[in-house]
């Protein structure tokens, strides 16, 4: 028993050290000048300094502090609106019986089979008569729409999991349905709000493809479309890249680390007291 807890130990080891070497060469390739990491990141000598960091971030072309300025924005609103209107759509179709029902969840599950590459050219031509191209509020409600669908169908599995015999007592107190939700179900639905929110939180920071259909103003982009200007047009600097990498990632990692218990209470269903 001994000897196997000690091979079990020892490969799980090894397998976070292989995981952690990337983000270790990222890291000290961010902290070190370009000239010493030609031949390497590993290779002495090592001067550390945060240089790169203070570069990327006051940057002439795509400074990462208004892109991080504009990705907060647009993160936090696409992830707000979206879990409350989709707590509301969870409730009714996890506890009102109406006709149409069945067809409505099967449309919400086709539309989360659709990739978004089918939707460019529509959204674009849709945001551009809504003259809400090339803003903030449109790639908000561009988000929020986009992730409705499965946040719909993972808080209605967890409503469903909440016993019935709460509301009932709500209704004999005198409560309606939207009473009963605000005050009984919606306190109870945190944890998996939380889940939720940290996984759209996460994805609409990370996202590229719809920040690149919608926004075309340098002032107003997001944080992953200032990546790429950060790399020049004649020269690459690996340290400047890594910097603003680690930066970017910083963000969803805090908000990730905040969040962790509610997370995994969401995703293994929760518990009612």
Avoid: C
């Avoid at 930066?247 to 990692?253: F, G």
């Amino acid at each position: 028993m001994r000897v196997r807890n000690f091979w079990a130990k020892l490969i799980a080891i090894v397998a976070a050290l292989m995981w952690a070497l990337p983000f270790i060469g990222v890291l000290m390739t961010a902290l070190r000048p370009s000239r010493e990491v030609l031949y390497g990141w590993w290779n002495p000598p090592f001067h550390l300094s945060v240089d790169n960091f203070i570069a990327a971030w006051t940057h002439p072309t795509a400074a990462l502090g208004v892109g991080l300025r504009n990705s907060l924005q647009v993160a936090l609103g696409a992830t707000l609106l979206p879990t409350f209107v989709a707590s509301l759509m969870a409730y009714g179709l996890g506890r009102m019986r109406f006709r149409g029902r069945g067809p409505l969840l099967m449309l919400i599950g086709l539309l989360l089979a659709l990739p978004q590459q089918m939707i460019a050219w529509p959204l674009f031509r849709q945001m551009h008569a809504l003259g809400l191209l090339n803003s903030l509020a449109g790639l908000v409600l561009a988000h929020s729409a986009w992730g409705l669908p499965w946040m719909v169908f993972f808080l209605r599995g967890y409503i469903e999991t909440l016993p019935v015999e709460l509301e009932e007592a709500a209704r004999i107190d005198g409560a309606g349905r939207l009473k009963t939700f605000l005050y009984v179900i919606f306190p109870l639905m945190f944890p998996a709000l939380a889940s939720v929110m940290v996984l759209q939180f996460t994805w609409v920071w990370n996202d590229f493809f719809m920040a690149l259909i919608l926004i075309f103003d340098p002032n107003k982009m997001v944080i992953t479309q200032q990546i790429p200007l950060l790399r020049g047009q004649y020269h690459v600097d690996w340290g400047l890249l890594s910097a603003g990498t680690l930066i970017t990632m910083s963000v969803p990692l805090l908000v990730f680390i905040f969040l962790q218990r509610y997370f995994v209470r969401g995703l293994i269903g929760g518990a009612v007291k």
